[in-house]
Structure formats: C-alpha cells, structure tokens
Nanobody, 113 residues
C-alpha cells in the first residue's frame, strides 16, 4: 500500500511563507502526476497545483504567482512552496498521486494575524 506523509504546515501571518513536503513510499518517476489539494472548513476539496502533466505544472487561479509545486524524484518527494499567504489559504492541504490511488493524511495551514 502506497503511503504519503505531508509535513510543513503551521500557523503563519498573512504575507508569510511555508513549504509543504510530501514523502512517498513508492519510487517516483517523471511519469507520476503529483497533486496538492486543499480543503477549507465548510468547503469542498479543491485542486491547488499539479505537476507531471502535459504542458508543465498548473495551478488554481487563486494561487498563481504565489505557489510553486515541485518534486525531487530521487528523494521520492513532492513539495509546495507557498509565498505571500493570505487568510483564505487557510485549509488542510493534501498530497495525491492519482496513478497510485494514494492520499496523504493532510497538514493544516492556518494564516492568521
């Protein structure tokens, strides 16, 4: 069974930065799509960023220019660099490898002054 473990969440002030990490238990390759989702209280889970898709990484409009998804295939890691965080970025963030049908347990990101 594939396991994903997120880390790096926390409490940050508006305008701050966080870097989320997702450690995978499988050996990744460039063919694997990696996705970050988030779910805010009372809202549906939404796609934030994905990598490994044709045409390069893509992002939700709300995070474009602020978030960057990346991966280190040698280390079997997926990352999400989040800059200029806003109050409405508060959510639980999940990593996902759809081809492995794998989800992490989520990491809480809280943006608050």
């Amino acid at each position: 069974q594939v396991q994903l473990v997120e880390s790096g969440g926390g409490l940050v002030q508006p305008g701050g930065s966080l870097r989320l990490s997702c450690a995978t238990s499988i050996k990744m390759s460039s063919r694997y799509i990696g996705i970050w989702y988030r779910q805010a209280p009372g809202k549906e889970r939404e796609l934030v960023a994905q990598i490994g898709v044709y045409g390069g990484p893509n992002y939700a409009d709300s995070v474009k220019g602020r978030f960057t998804i990346s991966r280190d295939i040698a280390k079997n890691m997926l990352y999400l660099q989040m800059n200029n965080l806003r109050l409405d970025d508060t959510a639980v963030y999940y990593c996902n490898l759809p081809q492995a049908a794998a989800w992490g347990q989520g990491t809480q990101v809280t943006v608050s002054s």
